[in-house]
């Protein structure tokens, strides 16, 4: 699974929207949904603050392991 359907899949766990999300990691709406989109990726410092926030790992959110 890509960084794009991650994000998605733990945003509607959550039950947050878009904009909400955006929000609380620190970036406007747009930017955010470009992550989501696949148009940006996000800086290691978003990277951080989205993996902080779902409680999960950076090495999860990048692919890399399925271990939350």
Request: hydrophobic content about 30%.
């Given at each position: 699974?890509?960084?794009?359907?991650?994000?998605?899949?733990?945003?509607k766990?959550?039950?947050?929207?878009?904009k909400?999300?955006?929000?609380?990691?620190?970036?406007?709406?747009?930017?955010?949904?470009?992550?989501?989109?696949?148009?940006?990726?996000?800086?290691?410092?978003?990277?951080?603050?989205?993996?902080?926030?779902?409680?999960?790992?950076?090495?999860?959110?990048?692919?890399?392991?399925?271990?939350?």
């Amino acid at each position: 699974m890509e960084l794009k359907e991650r994000l998605r899949v733990l945003r509607k766990e959550k039950k947050e929207t878009q904009k909400q999300l955006a929000a609380i990691i620190g970036v406007g709406y747009r930017h955010y949904q470009r992550f989501e989109s696949g148009e940006n990726d996000p800086t290691f410092k978003d990277l951080c603050a989205l993996a902080d926030h779902f409680g999960v790992t950076l090495d999860y959110l990048a692919g890399r392991t399925d271990e939350r």
